[in-house]
């Protein structure tokens, strides 16, 4: 059973349709994976929620903006609710208890990685993560076609560390993970040691003032949209010539002034994949700048 989190808190509030995505740049300081949006077709409001937080910064939220908060009490029951796995190309699955884990082991079905149920985040069923996991697994799947059993992953914005984790099962020699959030390291040093994995490297980093001192082959960044812009050109640097990039945490309406950014650092688009309100893009980089879209 999970300990009791202290993050274990949520903060909801009914608004605006026409304005909910707004609520994204508000709360950016929470990172993309605690805020989620909920629209109803044909609805003119909607429920903008933050999940994984403190007391302090639940209370915090409700006495700037109203709404309301709530505590996970059940994630001190003995038998914690689970969910359904989630299943990554029939290359690894995540799984929300021990022992789906350990089954998956003893039974030679593909690598699972554990992340508890009681989490209240990057869990890998938010959308930007589950797209990522997939367009990852694609990658990986290409890197081993031509033969490069030595690749190395980036992780921009890890949360949980759950695509640092599945890098590492995918075959990444090496993993670096970075967040700016102390309480998304905390939770991915305990994940990546419930996993038993090793060769994870995690250290708190704040993208926007980080200078890179080497390239990667394989990089994702699962950020705002706003923070991918200002970054595009960091990023990039961090990303070898010919190596593959993941992007996620872009808003459909936000698709065209993101990848612009990252195609004026060189980067070339190959797939994007929709869901919902979100995107999530992979590319290469060329080494030289394309033109303008």
Not at 11 to 17: D, M, V
């Amino acid at each position: 059973m999970p300990r009791l989190d202290p993050h274990r808190f949520s903060w909801n509030k009914r608004t605006s349709a026409a304005t909910s995505e707004e609520w994204f740049e508000t709360l950016a300081h929470l990172g993309p994976q605690r805020v989620m949006i909920t629209e109803n077709a044909g609805s003119s409001t909607a429920q903008v929620q933050a999940h994984g937080l403190t007391e302090r910064e639940a209370e915090a939220l409700k006495k700037e903006f109203g709404g309301s908060m709530r505590e996970a009490r059940w994630l001190t029951a003995e038998n914690p609710p689970q969910r359904a796995p989630i299943k990554v190309r029939g290359k690894l699955s995540v799984v929300s208890t021990q022992s789906e884990r350990e089954e998956a082991q003893n039974t030679g079905e593909p690598p699972a990685l554990w992340i508890p149920a009681g989490m209240a985040f990057g869990t890998g069923e938010h959308a930007t993560t589950a797209m990522c996991l997939r367009q990852l697994a694609d990658v990986a799947a290409l890197l081993k076609q031509e033969k490069n059993e030595a690749w190395e992953f980036l992780d921009l914005g890890t949360g949980s560390a759950i695509l640092a984790m599945a890098a590492r099962v995918l075959g990444a020699g090496a993993v670096l993970a970075t967040d700016f959030d102390a309480h998304a390291l905390r939770t991915a040093r305990e994940n990546v040691a419930n996993n038993g994995l090793k060769g994870i490297k995690l250290i708190n980093s704040d993208v926007l003032k980080w200078t890179p001192d080497r390239t990667w082959p394989v990089v994702a960044a699962n950020l705002f949209s706003g923070v991918l812009i200002e970054a595009a050109k960091t990023i990039t640097s961090a990303l070898a010539p010919k190596g593959h990039l993941i992007l996620s945490g872009v808003l459909r309406e936000q698709e065209a002034e993101v990848l612009k950014a990252f195609e004026k650092q060189g980067v070339r688009f190959e797939k994007v994949v929709r869901k919902g309100k979100w995107i999530s893009a992979r590319g290469v980089r060329s080494g030289r700048a394309t033109a303008k879209r």
